[in-house]
């Protein structure tokens, strides 16, 4: 049994309000589900990706009004990558980028797909990456905006890149635990460090790609608003939940056990760099809920956060997003 490829990816924000605005207004991201941490039921939970919320584009961020900063550094998820069809859009996204105050790298490749890199508000780095009609992972349906064609819009989740002090223990989970194949690699652009590893799985392509950086140089990662939190991989149902949980629980990885968030099955574990792993199953999906013509208006909760919703909503701080 294979994993698809990349489910979602997690992160910090200090400031859900203008994360909202920044994913939304200038990204064009849908917001498809705005919920709670189920963990912390008093931090807002916010998910962004395609028309659909399709497993593989989305990205989503909890609040945490008082966090510090990141700082960054190896043991992280370094960079994340979101789709566009073409190089043309990344062209569209410099300029747009740029009217709004936002500065970027210059387009250069990276595994063999042109791309540019820049940064969120909070420091988040991010990496528009060019499909250019690429086979793979299939992208997600654009969410039309006034101002961004669908031709431009973002499609997906693309590589996540993992920063490390030394790629051989990742590199054995990704490929005898979690079934991953080396397919190339290309030249760190921070200098002289050894080249950038690319793992992928299922039909491949950008969405279903790890990079893995090394650099020794570098101390631990200090997790803050803006850095990432974990990178969650694709199961297709609840049949291949239970065969990757028996797989993880047999190889005596610190891990969460099974976890149901409703939306999605969870398992959660971290890799022996310490980066956190999560595989989440495409099913129910994040309609289960809500119509898809109205994701993301109201704040959802799952069954069994459902009888404390007073309680949960009189702890929670107003949320002014619209």
């Known amino acids: 049994m294979q994993l698809l490829g990349l489910h979602h990816v997690s992160i910090l924000t200090g400031k859900a309000e203008r994360n909202y605005e920044f994913y939304t207004k200038v990204l064009g991201m849908r917001l498809i589900k705005k919920t709670v941490n189920q963990d912390n039921t008093q931090s807002y939970h916010l998910f962004y990706g395609d028309a659909k919320g ?67 508000f909070e420091g988040t780095r991010l990496i528009l990456v060019a499909d250019n009609g690429e086979n793979g992972v299939a992208a997600g349906e654009p969410w039309p905006v006034p101002d961004i064609s669908t031709d431009h819009a973002i499609i997906g989740l693309g590589p996540v890149t993992l920063t490390v002090s030394d790629s051989s223990p990742t590199v054995r989970i990704l490929t005898e635990v979690m079934g991953f194949r080396k397919v190339s690699t290309y030249p760190s652009l921070a200098g002289e460090f050894p080249d950038i590893l690319v793992y992928t799985t299922g039909e491949g392509g950008p969405g279903a790609e790890i990079h893995i950086e090394t650099r020794p140089d570098l101390p631990k990662e200090r997790l803050g608003r803006g850095g990432v939190h974990h990178v969650a991989f ?89």
């Open 54 to 120: 399709s497993p593989g584009t989305e990205v989503t961020f909890f609040d945490i009004p008082s966090l510090g900063r990141t700082h960054p550094g190896v043991s992280s998820i370094s960079s994340t990558s979101l789709r566009v069809k073409s190089t043309e859009s990344l062209h569209f996204w410099k300029k747009r980028l740029a009217d709004y105050g936002i500065e970027s790298e210059a387009i250069t490749q990276r595994a063999n797909r042109d791309t540019f890199a820049f940064q969120d």
């Open 234 to 322: 694709r199961i297709p149902n609840e049949n291949e939940y239970e065969y990757w949980f028996k797989k993880i629980r047999g190889t005596r990885l610190p891990n969460s056990g099974k976890v149901d968030r409703y939306y999605f099955k969870a398992l959660y574990f971290r890799e022996p760099n310490g980066i956190l792993f999560e595989l989440s199953t495409d099913t129910p999906g994040f309609d289960v809920d809500e119509p898809i013509d109205t994701l993301g208006e109201k704040l959802a909760l799952p069954p069994f956060l459902e009888p404390k919703r007073s309680e949960i909503e009189a702890k929670l701080r107003p949320l002014d997003i619209s």
